[in-house]
DNA sequence: AAATATTTTTAGACTTATCTAAAAATATTT
DNA sequence: AAATATTTTTAGATAAGTCTAAAAATATTT
């Protein structure tokens, strides 16, 4: 159907839509592709004859439906693939990414149905993201990044805003994993440092870089 | 490592001379690959020159031990991949192929070893071909032909000779599956088919193009 | 608004893997 | 062994995706 390099372009232009709202530039979709820009103009216009996203020079890109299409199809096979290589093969959720990288190009709708199917159509992939349904239907969880909550408050560790490999070493390091129960105990003045609360025997204290990538379901509040 | 097609080629070229122990020609190869002969001569030249195999003008080629090595990998990973396509998945026998083309080429060590471990270390893919160890050993089951038994003796189906979607489809529906054991009861003079016993009620006249096709482990023969 | 900086595009080249058509080598017939 | 047929290789072209360097357009600064 489409090309591997293809699909990356499509996924990529699709994330930074998800960002920003405003058209996609050519060395933006560069750095995200980890190409040079002259690159992504030659790949632009031909995705641009192809239908699957709209180009004007010097203006910047946006989906088409058709390309949007695509672009989701190709984040539901990357998440269900990370999700069986963490949940069947015992991969840790650092270094599932890289492989479904590859996976996610297998061209077979029936594979990716079964594979839906073999994980129990899953939610949500080892770092919280939400799985595309079959129909392209994506369902957002409402979290909230943990620096956000206040003192008191508690919540659910969900999600993480930084995918790289260091970052959810250290939180896997420290236990900080999905389904994790947190309390904010007290929040910094000097730094927005925060200590938090996870049971009894168990304090810690996270620095504002880690606080703000910590995705969270708000949970009830103490006073 | 090394590329999709290289990897095609090697593992193309294994085959060839696993059946023949001659040197492989060029139109062999071409036609195991779909492509023509002028493509097979320009990447044997470049496989010789990454020493995956030896190559000489107008005589053929032979794989060196780095090249088989990469072929036999290749190999392995296209049937654990099948086997995790039947028996995790539900696909039927004559449809775990295909797929298999494309999972072969995924790039991780880690993978098809995690895969394996996942599928319990299995010995036969769902055709009954023998999965290669992780240090390459095969472990062939000495297999018959099925019309090689004579009047009275008995067989495990465990294999087949053809592995096309249309063979496999027709033995599928007639329930002539791996594991199933058979008797042979009368052989034609006419045209070489076979009557073979299933059990009380049920025996099946089989054709001398299907007999050939299946192989079998010899049982205990009677007379 | 002119000068400068940045971004984007064009032009032309390179790589991988493929092809067709013709030439060269090898095999088979007669 | 000469003639014919087949196989293999070479030569030159094509497509996908990439690159560098220079030109063109847009944005920012002064």
Redesign the pocket.
């Known amino acids: 159907m489409y090309?591997?390099?293809?699909e990356?372009?499509l996924k990529a232009i699709y994330k930074l839509q998800e960002q920003s709202d405003a058209n996609i530039?050519?060395?933006?979709i560069?750095l995200s592709?980890?190409?040079?820009?002259?690159?992504?103009?030659?790949?632009?216009?031909?995705l641009s004859e192809k239908k699957l996203l709209k180009?004007?020079?010097?203006?910047?890109v946006e989906l088409t439906a058709e390309g949007k299409r695509v672009a989701i199809e190709t984040v539901r096979k990357h998440r269900l693939w990370e999700t069986f290589l963490h949940t069947k093969l015992n991969f840790s959720w650092d270094t599932v990414h890289d492989i479904a990288e590859q996976l996610e190009h297998i061209q077979s709708q029936e594979l990716v149905d079964k594979l839906d199917e073999f994980l129990g159509f899953p939610k949500h992939d080892p770092h919280g993201d939400p799985i595309p349904a079959r129909d392209g239907e994506i369902q957002r969880g409402n979290f909230v990044q943990l620096n956000e909550l206040k003192t008191g408050e508690e919540g659910v560790i969900s999600g993480v805003v930084n995918h790289s490999s260091v970052f959810l070493k250290h939180l896997e390091k420290n236990e900080l994993t999905l389904g994790k129960k947190i309390r904010i105990m007290e929040i910094s003045e000097f730094d927005q440092s925060v200590q938090i609360w996870l049971n009894e025997n168990s304090k810690m204290q996270l620095s504002n870089e880690v606080v703000r990538n910590i995705l969270v379901k708000k949970g009830i509040s103490y006073e």
Request: glycine share 4%.
């Open positions: 090309s591997f390099t293809e990356n372009y530039n050519t060395n933006a560069a592709v980890q190409t040079k820009a002259a690159s992504v103009t030659d790949m632009v216009k031909k180009y004007e020079k010097y203006k910047g």
